[in-house]
């Protein structure tokens, strides 16, 4: 194999027209609204269309907590789409999209790698079809109309200290987390302490993933709650009046956008990532579109297995009536060292010891996503250093636990680096032993659910709380928001709240800094330990390293 980069890889592979990608899909022409030659949005009239159809089978891919030393889970999505297609199977691929955040920070891309991409790469990893501008003008714009109704009088009579709307930017921008408006005098408002998450944490972007269809979008976005009144009681996106123009910017957005792999597998590329502070999942309206239109649809829930999936399980699928019929789950040889105790520089190096020990994060997830009824499978996705003593190794701990781990060279060889893993996917939903049930019952408490997850999934002994949070939390109950899901926002990096505790720990405290309530979206956000709802750019961002060269080519985006 070469030893191109993944963008000189993408650019110098042959596209189809999107209109042939879609025909594989039995999507004609005139259900495409196109966005240029190799992608496209697909029509509302095409999705309601397609609604008494059956569903195909749904595989979800997620993988192990994520490290330096990388884990491959979108390149796995594409390379078992890629060789199911190949199978002769019709496939779809659901992905998320990528956010500017870490493109121009730390991560750099999100659709794959090597021969196991989505294209056009540059384009998904730059501004795409507009999505995410469109949600942070809508978000941003509902900032606006709050304000400006205080400003104007406040008939609503707004606490102006109970304001809960924050502003968004899809932009990595630590020093705006805390921040003072309408300094300057009384012409420009009333100053008032504020802030900004990354667009990919905003209600909004969870609203937009979870919405059915244009008038389930417009109530979403009209039961947001944006502040609260001296007694209390909420004030609504809908009482500012908002909604209906916040709709108009997101009604193209709704829309999802259809692309392909590098073997021309059609891709739904629609919703935001970060699962680590949102729930990280594609799209509803995307995911149950292809699951009418294909016969296999491999989706991704973002980072490891306790965020991604564990909120793809409890939220995406409690809330739009889905059950996975597969579960993978994606390890390197690489990051196991690294949860095993090997520092990032020594991962080259074999050590089938450290291996062994970090293959209890592994088993950590297996035994997780079997709590769900679903089965698993371990996808290895080979790295050219790794031993045949290590993966061995492997093998014999997720044997050991009733599973099986396949060994994937697609990052180098395409869909049929992938057509072991394909088969033995196959093999397990022809089993149909999936008996998909989530974690927790809708009547449990707020505070009960929350335990539920960090107690199950993540093993921790106790969850701390101050008064303040099981106070707001009661509340949220008595006024009718009981019944909705968790959502935990807490670093990816480790199962606990701590990021640099890696492997498999138990019996730590996980500590909840704060709640919000998504009434919107329908889920109430647990934020734990110091995870930060607008990440901030590493001592050297990946945009230092991003420009044109003398040709007009990017480089440096990966």
């Given amino acids: 194999m070469d030893h191109k980069s993944d963008i000189e890889i993408a650019r110098a592979a042959p596209k189809k027209p999107i209109q042939d990608v879609a025909s594989q899909l039995d999507i004609k022409a005139s259900d495409l609204i196109p966005y240029g030659h190799d992608k496209a949005k697909i029509s509302a009239e095409f999705i309601k269309s397609q609604a008494g159809r059956p569903n195909g089978k749904l595989i979800l891919v997620t993988a192990i907590n994520p490290t330096p030393a990388g884990e491959g889970k979108t390149t796995t999505t594409v390379g078992l789409g890629d060789a ?15 956010s500017l955040g870490p493109c121009f ?54 606490d102006t200290r109970r304001i809960t709307w924050r502003r968004v930017l899809d932009v990595n921008d630590r020093s705006l987390r805390q921040i003072v408006t309408s300094l300057g005098g009384a012409s420009n408002g009333f100053p008032a302490e504020a802030g900004f998450d990354i667009t990919a944490a905003s209600e909004i972007m969870a609203i937009l993933c979870l919405a059915e269809d244009m008038a389930d979008l417009q109530t979403r976005l009209g039961n947001i709650i944006v502040a609260y009144r001296r007694d209390r009681s909420p004030v609504f996106c809908r009482d500012i009046k ?193 008996k998909f049930a989530p974690l927790y019952a809708d009547g449990m408490r707020l505070f009960e659910k929350i335990e539920t997850v960090a107690r199950e999934i993540y093993r921790a002994g106790e969850v701390s709380a101050d008064p303040r949070i099981h106070r707001q939390l009661e509340q949220w109950e008595k006024d009718g928001y009981g019944e909705l899901p968790v959502c935990m926002a807490k670093t990816q990096n480790s199962f606990s709240a701590d990021p640099n505790l890696r492997g498999a720990p138990e019996g730590f405290v996980l500590p909840i800094r704060d709640v919000r309530l998504s009434a919107g979206a329908g889920f109430i956000v647990a934020i734990c330990g110091d995870t930060m709802t607008m990440p901030g750019l590493p001592r050297v961002p990946a945009a230092e390293e991003i420009g044109l060269d003398a040709d007009g080519h990017i480089v440096g985006l990966s």
């Fill in 84 to 98: 199911l297609t190949a199978s002769g199977a019709r496939t779809a691929i659901c992905i998320r999209e990528a």
């Fill in 105 to 158: 920070g730390m991560k750099g891309g999100a659709a794959g790698g090597g021969y196991a991409q989505v294209i056009p790469m540059e384009e998904m990893n730059l501004h795409f079809t507009g999505d995410f501008h469109a949600i942070t003008a809508a978000h941003n714009l509902l900032s606006a109309m709050v304000d400006n109704h205080v400003y104007w009088g406040n008939e609503l009579n707004i």
């Fill in 242 to 434: 908002a909604d209906g123009a916040m709709t108009v910017l997101l009604a193209q957005a709704l829309r999802p956008n259809l692309v392909q792999t590098l073997e021309h597998t059609p891709a739904f590329v629609h919703g935001g990532p970060f699962a680590n502070i949102a729930h990280g999942c594609n799209s509803v309206i995307a995911t149950k579109t292809a699951l009418k239109v294909a016969d296999y649809v491999v989706t991704e829930a973002g980072f490891g297995a306790d965020l991604g999936a564990e909120k793809f399980l409890n939220i995406k699928c409690r809330k739009a009536g889905l059950a996975p019929d597969a579960v993978v789950i994606v390890a390197t040889v690489r990051a196991l060292k690294m949860n095993g105790g090997v520092a990032y520089a020594d991962v080259g190096r074999e050590d089938v010891a450290a291996v062994e020990a970090g293959c209890a994060n592994l088993g950590r997830h297996i035994e997780n996503i079997g709590k769900f009824g679903v089965p698993a499978i371990v996808a290895i996705n080979h790295f050219a250093g790794d031993t045949d003593a290590e993966i061995a190794v492997i093998e014999a701990y997720v044997a050991a636990l009733g599973s099986e781990a396949v060994l994937c060279t697609h990052w180098a060889d395409g869909g049929q680096g992938a057509s072991k893993l394909a088969d033995k996917v196959l093999g397990v939903i022809e089993q149909g032993e999936a």
